[in-house]
């Protein structure tokens, strides 16, 4: 015979689900049913206005995969990624470890090393557009070279992944002495006895005990960086020669889905995105396996 | 201490992680902010509301609907503080407030669009020739066709026929004609004068153009600066003129492949070529009208929208001027490619009666001259336009207003027109750079764009 739950428990089970209410009204009505409705558009060829959807089934799929443009900007995502989170990372963890010591002025390097992460995405845009311009600006005059950071085709993506990593350090390096207050002290004493220099004490010691914070970190930027849009946005114009090999996934979406109103061929390149996000992050999550040590 | 601070800053960081989350967040939040400024005023006005509250059961006239609230949307910040002061004065005489918001091109056209599909629509707003045809056609616009037949103030044919025209669907009007505008050529006096040129003038041919561009070009500035993203200032004029065309009568078909287009479009990529207007990584990193306001190029071929730009900034009203553009092989050729905004009002609105009045008003003659000679722009009511010349001191703009008499061609539009107008932006960068030649470019964005336009 099953016994009748106490009035305790009961009374737990409401407050339990009301207090996880508003949260769960918001991830369904903000998050889950849009991307449901995402993926349903993605079937679909929309009409003006959101009337008269036709379902045409994998039709845009197929589009999708023929679309050179589609691959294009898959490219130049990639591209992005693969420089601004390695070097987001690395740079950020040097600086975490070094920030972690006394050292004069610690708050204030923290400080400046995070501030980027405040301003607003479309004001650092701007400031480093300026910065970029290949006539007038201030890196181009100081060195006296003529470079066109911003508007040749093979190297705007990577000026504009710099953007994203000098942006985006000090997110990953506060991430990082937050993991670093957890390694307990006794090991650094116990390596110097035994003669271990700086560089070593970081790589078998450090790097191993916040292993699930870079993990944690690596895992959110490259969904981050995959996602990147708004410095692009900003950035380059449709008049600019590097526009092809500067145009992101998620600005593909923007530009099919709001500026050219085919919300249905956005949502399957949304999609597409979605899908490849997923697979690199379940490689992720079966690598760590090798590298991850949680105690 | 250091626990604390890296918990402040882990705060901060979701904070601004969440704003940066984005679109949907940010686009949910501001209908919702309307609402709430929408209904304060209301409840703080609960006793002007019960005087009316007999009225307000049946909202005939205006003004049963006192105590509401107008708002108008438009993407030109320039002409904001010139139309705030006519829509006050309408707001003096039917007691209806009205602000007016900016939202700037890009996002008007994404801001707008969601406004329709959510019948959240802005009650008076600005439309273009780009999409009309598809907001009437799904009748989002108010349709105002026996509104002005009742009208004492608004007669269609006080208004350039074009415009008039672009606003109509199935034989209904959803809007009123709110201005017109010219292209013309800005010339910088100071360059002329240093090279040694004369000033630009209505003898002038395209050939003569090219020629005193590279007269004009030395180290320090070029003679001509092109708007590769702007074909209203550019090559559509040049387009026209030579004979060319971009797109059939019937819309069916594009003329980006007609020889003339073509030779059109050479006349920019050889002035590239030959170093008198600047690679396209230079324009599109600093627009040509700041490249003209910097002292950088001596030629910049704008529109009449222009001006509150070019009269604000010093330098260019202490240097500059403005002449009528060049013709190709006779005075009759010279074009100007024109277009005109519309006042529309949303067909669901909440309040129609007030948002024809507001429309009414800012189509009258009175507050069209007034547009005109407080600079905003120039105004599509016919005859109108010299009080918009007398409006600067700084430049002659009898420049723009010849242009009234020059051959005028409404831009080029379909029902989609962005869909093949940003691929032919994107295509044309083979034609700027020198990558492809120009013949192979235009004859695939014709292409293209017939297959764009079988799809409309």
């Known amino acids: 015979m099953k016994k009748k739950p106490s009035s305790r428990q009961i009374s737990e089970f409401i407050w339990g689900w009301l207090f996880i209410l508003p949260t769960m009204a918001g991830l369904i009505i903000l998050n889950i049913y849009p991307m449901i409705d995402t993926i349903k558009q993605s079937f679909y060829k929309t009409g003006d206005f959101g009337k008269g959807n036709i379902f045409v089934g994998l039709a845009n799929y197929r589009k999708v995969f023929g679309d050179a443009e589609v691959w294009q900007a898959l490219a130049n995502t990639i591209k992005y990624a693969i420089v601004e989170v390695p070097f987001s990372v690395v740079i950020a963890l040097l600086l975490a470890v070094i920030l972690n010591k006394k050292i004069k002025g610690r708050s204030f390097f923290r400080t400046v090393f995070f501030l980027p992460m405040v301003v607003a995405p479309a004001a650092v845009a701007m400031v480093w557009k300026w910065l970029y311009n290949s006539n007038f600006g201030l890196i181009n005059n100081t060195f006296h070279i003529k470079v066109n950071w911003i508007s040749d085709p093979n190297i705007a993506i990577y000026s504009i992944a710099v953007i994203g990593i000098w942006s985006v350090i000090g997110y990953n390096m506060v991430l990082f002495l937050a993991g670093l207050q957890e390694v307990p002290r006794d090991y650094y004493e116990a390596a110097s006895l035994d003669g271990a220099n700086g560089w070593q004490q970081l790589i078998h010691i450090t790097v191993p005990l916040i292993s699930p914070t870079i993990f944690f970190v690596i895992v959110t930027r490259v969904i981050a960086g995959m996602q990147v849009f708004d410095l692009i946005y900003m950035l380059i114009d449709l008049n600019n020669p590097a526009w092809k090999k500067t145009e992101s996934l998620v600005y593909l979406f923007y530009k099919y889905s709001f500026q050219q109103s085919k919300k249905g061929y956005g949502a399957t390149v949304i999609v597409v995105l979605l899908a490849f996000i997923l697979i690199l992050t379940v490689i992720q999550l079966i690598g760590q396996k090798k590298w991850v040590h949680y105690e | ?456």
């Open chain 2, 1 to 456: 201490m250091v626990k604390k601070l890296i918990a402040l800053c882990l705060g901060v960081a979701m904070t601004a992680s969440l704003v940066a989350c984005g679109g949907t967040a940010a686009t949910t939040a501001e209908p919702a902010a309307d609402a709430t400024a929408q209904e304060t005023p209301a409840a703080d006005d609960s006793a002007a509301a019960d005087t009316a509250a007999a009225e307000e059961e049946a909202p005939t006239s205006i003004g049963s609907s006192v105590e509401g609230e107008l708002s108008i949307t438009i993407w030109d910040e320039g002409q904001r503080p010139g139309l705030q002061q006519i829509v006050d004065e309408w707001s003096a005489q039917s007691g209806v407030k009205a602000t007016i918001q900016v939202v700037d091109w890009n996002d008007y056209w994404t801001l707008l669009e969601a406004g329709a599909t959510g019948g959240e629509l802005p009650d008076v707003f600005w439309m273009h020739s780009n999409v009309a045809q598809k907001y009437m056609e799904n009748d989002m616009l108010l349709d105002l066709t026996d509104k002005i037949a009742a009208s004492d103030k608004i007669d269609m044919n006080n208004y350039y026929e074009g415009i008039v025209k672009l606003y109509q669907s199935n034989g209904k009007q959803y809007a009123v004609p709110k201005d017109i505008d010219t292209i013309a050529l800005w010339y910088n006096k100071t360059i002329f004068d240093e090279m040694g040129v004369p000033y630009p003038d209505d003898t002038w041919t395209w050939e003569d153009f090219k020629a005193n561009a590279k007269k004009l070009t030395n180290d320090e500035h070029w003679g001509y600066a092109i708007a590769p993203g702007n074909n209203q200032e550019g090559y559509y004029n040049t387009i026209y003129s030579m004979g060319g065309y971009v797109i059939s009568d019937d819309k069916k078909t594009s003329g980006m492949d007609d020889a003339n287009s073509i030779k059109a479009v050479k006349l920019f990529t050889d002035m590239i070529a030959e170093g008198s207007c600047p690679d396209l990584a230079t324009v599109s990193e600093t627009a040509p009208n700041e490249l003209l306001c910097a002292g950088k190029t001596a030629m910049s071929i704008n529109g009449s929208w222009m001006l509150a730009g070019y009269r604000d900034n010093e330098y260019a009203a202490a240097n500059c001027d403005v002449a009528v553009l060049p013709y190709t092989n006779t005075p009759d050729d010279r074009v100007s490619i024109y277009n005109g905004l519309g006042w529309a009002a949303a067909a669901n609105g909440k309040n129609t009666d007030a948002a024809w009045s507001l429309i009414e008003y800012l189509g009258s003659k009175e507050a069209q001259l007034e547009q005109a000679e407080l600079g905003v722009t120039m105004s599509a009511y016919k005859g109108t336009s010299d009080a918009w010349v007398n409006s600067v001191d700084c430049f002659d703009l009898n420049g723009h207003m010849k242009m009234l008499d020059a051959k005028l061609v409404f831009r080029p539009y379909s029902r989609d027109t962005t869909v093949w107008e940003d691929m032919m932006i994107e295509k044309l960068q083979d034609a700027w750079t020198g990558a492809k030649p120009v013949e192979d470019v235009c004859i695939d964005i014709a292409t293209e764009m017939n297959a764009a336009l079988a799809e409309e």
